[in-house]
């Protein structure tokens, strides 16, 4: 890939030239799934009204993803169902298109963008999908654009991958006031004025679709998802999917929660955070546009000091829960998606700072007290309370309280019979569970326990060597607990 010339969003992937005799633009959406301040959407557009051809919007969802369930199937189709009602009553022809066995889609993408002029899709660094567009620029025959609508500040802003947030955080405190604008007024291209689709094309469509069937978003997701080959154990989480319902959880967190942010999302008991993670990981909304929102919100001046001390406070110049906010919303969120795209293989256990590596490899035989195996840490039956109730939260709600995600990723350390173990168990249980696993900002949680971002920490203890040491009778003297186990500990049902 390389990128476009004036533009770090977006990146041209094989570098063919537009088929002159394409029928129509096609936006392949895969990460990016919604309209509002989309970049690969707004791009998509552009072309339409430059090339004057109309614009198929090609949204699929595959079957066979590793942990595919219920649970991740049916927010992803909820998001669908949003978008379906959204393109409605524009010109925009708008192709959902669900996986009913695995690789059935295997050539309907080649076949859309060998009649398209110009296909544009997202980029995104997150779980399969760079492999998935390595792959595709060998199968789309013509131009082939990636445009990168993940983050505040565009992942290629950056050349190398950050080893701190401290780090990180100053190279943002460089780079934010050169957008500013974009912080103001949420860009967004007019969807009325484009050409529509001609009956012609629209019958190919409809021979293509005979082969590939749409989906009918008529059809509930939950009856759809009893129809697929996916995990029917785990269960809907207790958040809905889609534009329409992430729109609302962020109206709902600045109504009641931003403004004792840090006090209510430090407390178990309070369950005081946005809960806008697994909406950022599906794409339901973008970071800009809950930045924009917070900072209206706040009164935000519109402009940041022109120095870059890397402090978590005080640089918007805004109240302190809401810089707090923007610090894990910008700083560690985009931290961790830095790490996706610049860190070599940075889901295996390899990638951890050689330190970390170190410290545990030395202590990688210390005896354990308490060890536990897979299945038992999945059905939440240690002896240890509290991690059996943030286990069963995340397996009831598909979500984990920030403060406990931190010290159920430690006990699973402690626990395992090596760190290599204990990182394969967070990532099972996180990713099959988690409505926001396998995003770069979960997986970074996860890598976060085994030392990344963090530095070494004394004294030398066993198992953990001079990596960050919790417990659950430290936590609990520090947070509020009480209410968090009654909800969620061994007299509260556990379902899937």
């Known amino acids: 890939m390389r990128l476009l010339p004036g533009d770090l969003r ?69 998001g669908m169902a949003d978008n379906a009602a959204a393109f409605r ?79 990180f955080r100053r190279f943002l405190q460089r780079s934010l006031p050169g957008i500013t ?33 749409a989906w009918n978003p008529a059809v509930s997701p939950r009856e759809t998802c009893e129809t697929l080959p996916i995990d029917h154990t785990v269960g809907a989480g207790t958040e809905p999917g889609g534009e329409a319902a992430a729109q609302r959880r962020l109206t709902q967190f600045l109504a009641s929660g931003l403004h004792d942010y840090t006090t209510s999302r430090r407390h178990p008991d309070l369950d005081g955070g946005s809960h806008l993670s697994p909406y950022l990981h599906f794409g339901h909304i973008s970071a800009r546009d809950v930045c924009r929102r917070v900072l209206a919100h706040a009164g935000w001046s519109g402009r940041l000091p022109e120095t870059a001390a890397g402090h978590r ?32 293989a940075y889901e295996r256990y390899a990638s951890l700072p050689a330190w970390a590596r170190a410290t545990l490899a030395k202590h990688a ?27 069963r939260q995340l397996v009831t709600e598909g979500r984990l309280h920030n403060v406990l995600r ?46 990344r971002y963090d530095r070494a920490w004394g004294p030398e203890r066993p198992v953990f060597g001079t990596v960050r040491y919790m417990t659950s009778a430290n936590t609990a003297r520090k947070v509020r607990v009480k209410q968090y186990l009654q909800r969620y500990g061994a007299d509260a049902p556990l379902f899937v």
């Open 10 to 78: 977006v990146s041209v992937v094989n570098d063919l030239p537009e088929n002159p005799d394409g029928r129509f633009v096609l936006y392949w959406m895969v990460a990016a799934r919604r309209l509002r301040d989309n970049p690969a959407l707004d791009r998509a557009v552009r072309y339409s009204r430059q090339l004057q051809r109309p614009l198929v919007v090609f949204e699929p969802l595959r079957v066979d993803y590793p942990w595919a369930s219920d649970r991740l199937h049916r927010f992803v189709l909820e």
């Open 89 to 167: 009553g524009t010109p925009i022809h708008y192709y959902p298109y669900v996986e009913p066995t695995p690789r059935a889609a295997q050539g309907l993408l080649a076949t859309l963008a060998g009649r398209a002029a110009v296909v544009i899709t997202d980029r995104s660094p997150m779980f399969f999908l760079p492999r998935m567009l390595s792959a595709a620029a060998g199968v789309v025959p013509g131009r082939l654009e990636a445009v990168d609508g993940n983050g505040v500040l565009p992942i290629e802003a950056a050349d190398h991958a950050f080893p701190t947030a401290y780090a």
């Open 406 to 451: 931190m010290l159920w990723g430690k006990k699973i350390l402690k626990w395992s019979a090596s760190p290599e173990q204990a990182l394969e168990v967070m990532v099972h249980l996180n990713n099959r569970y988690a409505v926001d696993g396998r995003d770069p900002n979960s997986t970074a949680g996860i890598f976060w326990v085994l030392g």
């Open 181 to 213: 604008g974009d912080l103001r007024e949420p860009p967004q291209e007019d969807l009325a004025d484009l050409p529509a689709l001609p009956e012609a094309d629209r019958a190919w469509l409809g021979t293509v679709q005979q082969r590939w069937p």
């Open 313 to 344: 406070e005080g640089w918007w110049g805004v109240e302190a829960n809401v810089e707090a906010f923007l610090d894990e919303l910008i700083t560690w969120r985009e931290l961790a998606c830095n790490g996706a795209a610049h860190l070599p």
């Open 365 to 391: 035989d210390d005896p354990r007290a308490h060890t536990y195996d897979l299945e038992a840490l999945d059905a939440a039956s240690t002896h240890d309370p509290l991690w059996n109730a943030a286990q």
